[in-house]
């Protein structure tokens, strides 16, 4: 049986842009990606913190070292420029593949620049 598992997160992130012109999706920093282990076209949750929206989406890589995060389309209605989001990925797993997988959590500082665990 396969179970629904935390696989990868950004923490408290900042909203660097949302528009509302765009197809839909986030976008995000490529070194955000890469350290979460965030794939592009990645189906993900994003929990806003300031306004408690909870909603899902896909991800557009972005260019890296930006520190964008930046709601497209529709999604961009859910979220303000400045609002602190929780970007969350699940993945499919046994009992026994979760008991060897570790997920991978990043921690982000107001640039969305990667804190050090």
Known sequence: MNMEFLY???HRATVTD?????????????NLMDASGILPN?????????????FCTYVIEG??????VCLNGAAARKVQKGDKVIIV??????????????AKIVHVDENN???PA
């Open 18 to 30: 949302a528009n509302l012109e765009y197809i839909g999706s986030i976008t995000l920093d490529k």
């Open 63 to 68: 260019k890296k070292d930006t520190g964008t």
């Open 8 to 10: 990868g997160k950004i």
């Open 42 to 54: 990645q189906k993900v949750e994003i929990l806003d913190v300031n306004n408690g929206e909870r």
């Open 113 to 115: 620049k990667i804190i």
């Open 89 to 102: 990925a699940y993945a499919s797993m046994t009992i026994d593949e979760y008991k060897n997988f570790k």
